[in-house]
């Protein structure tokens, strides 16, 4: 009529974003999953959507329970390439049905994030860790959780779901929580920074040191401490083959706070804007590790090498027997490495597979190349081989192939009441440490 010709994506951008500012997008998302799910599948039919519904017998209608995603893409580069530790954490959202999004993150050779599994839940319960983690296991295509070592807060369940239901995974607790609960118990304890200083350790005899001072300072607290299964939260502690020195849950927050802004639109929308960041994420490190691959280490581990090295200057080697090192320092402290098994006496070398400062001085004392004594993990070809074969990228909305005949209706609203397992949220009980096997 006026002669004004206008694109039919740019009248469907400009619809989308009237109905998020009006707040009108929340039950389209509901009704939008089931062509998400297509869409998802059909850019790679390796990808694991999952849809569950419920019928009410009141009403002959179908609303939604929950929704797993978990693209196959990363979880074969978290498998296969980056670190065995997996950060898992319960996000609420702020919508019409106070729902929760459980996340599930690892760390790639370059200490970057790599989303692995997102799951959108009502409640943030036993079920719903249980349920969450068991698709995990199957994404992976472990054996009851063989090979992974999952930190969690212990909240919810998610700790008992993982004894019972992962019985071959190490469960790892934030450190945070501990923390949390001790200045409830314990707000005037003196030993907060001897207990942060306990957490980071890697060494046990320095552990033990820290653990002492702490006694000295509050004996209750120490006893309490002592009971709160330590083995799961030192760093000391930590499985060798992660090759992670996390010991809380920053990988999830920062995960978060760059998600922050999608967890604001609908559900369908949140998704589909999840995946298209998580495959720019694939395609953006797929061309940037092509300017450092003549590289032996990714650059983050460089920067750690360096730091390393500046801090081991001040060690003097006072013994070689053939591969086999003592160091010194001004403290008269003695420190043994085996440059074979690459391993140091403070135990930073075997936990986090870059060598530590006391091992970067060794290998200069015996002119060799510190890249070389970097776990392979933490290579750039295992860099390149993660993110070379890049991701499918998911259509805009428009692009879709709409199916008029699946309508899905939002869950019931119910106010947000998490259920705690049997003995989660005491952090006092003496249960043993779960160990993967082999």
């Not at 009006?22 to 998302?29: I, Q």
């Not at 079920?127 to 959780?145: C, P, Q, T």
């Not at 003695?334 to 091992?359: K, R, V």
Request: charged letters at 25%.
């Amino acid at each position: 009529m006026y002669g004004i010709k206008c694109p039919k994506w740019k009248v469907f951008c400009a619809a989308k974003r009237a109905k998020q500012i009006l707040g009108l997008d929340y039950d389209d998302g509901y009704a939008m999953l089931h062509q998400f799910k297509e869409e998802m599948e059909r850019i790679d039919r390796d990808n694991i959507v999952l849809l569950e519904t419920e019928n009410h017998e009141s009403r002959e209608e179908e609303r939604f329970k929950r929704l797993f995603v978990c693209c196959e893409r990363t979880s074969y580069a978290f498998k296969v390439h980056c670190r065995g530790i997996l950060t898992v954490d319960g996000w609420k959202i702020n919508n019409p049905c106070n729902s929760v999004m459980l996340v599930a993150a690892g760390l790639d050779e370059n200490n970057g994030i790599l989303p692995v599994a997102f799951c959108k839940v009502q409640v943030e319960d036993l079920d719903s860790w249980v349920y969450f983690l068991k698709h995990i296991n199957s994404a992976l295509r472990l054996e009851n959780g063989k090979g992974l070592c999952i930190l969690g807060d212990g909240d919810n369940g998610v700790e008992y779901a993982v004894e019972e239901y992962l019985p071959r995974a190490v469960y790892r607790q934030c450190c945070h929580r501990i923390f949390n609960e001790m200045v409830r118990r314990f707000p005037t304890a003196p030993v907060q920074h001897l207990f942060w200083s306990a957490c980071r350790t890697t060494s046990a005899t320095r552990f033990y040191h820290y653990m002492e001072l702490i006694s000295l300072g509050s004996q209750q607290y120490h006893d309490w401490l002592k009971n709160s299964n330590w083995e799961r939260w030192a760093l000391f502690c930590m499985p060798h083959w992660v090759k992670c020195t996390c010991i809380t849950l920053t990988i999830t927050e920062k995960l978060r706070t760059s998600f922050e802004h999608y967890l604001e639109m609908s559900i369908t929308r949140r998704f589909a804007a999840i995946a298209r960041s998580t495959a720019e994420i694939f395609e953006r490190r797929r061309m940037a590790v092509w300017k450092w691959y003549r590289e032996k280490v990714t650059l983050t581990v460089q920067d750690i090498i360096h730091d390393r090295c500046i801090d081991g200057q001040h060690f003097i080697v006072r013994k070689q027997t053939a591969t086999i090192l003592e160091l010194t320092d001004s403290c008269s402290s003695c420190y043994e490495l085996n440059m074979d098994a690459m391993s140091c006496s403070c135990g930073l070398w075997q936990i986090s597979g870059i060598p530590c400062a006391h091992a970067c001085r060794g290998i200069k004392y015996m002119r060799r190349k510190i890249e070389d004594y970097v776990d392979n993990t933490m290579s750039v070809q295992n860099y390149l081989s993660t993110y070379a074969p890049g991701m499918m990228q998911l259509p805009q909305e428009y692009a879709w192939k709409w199916d008029a005949g699946h309508t899905l209706l939002p869950p019931i609203s119910l106010p947000l009441k998490p259920i705690s397992a049997k003995g989660t949220d005491d952090l006092t009980s003496n249960k043993h440490l779960l160990h993967a096997a082999d």
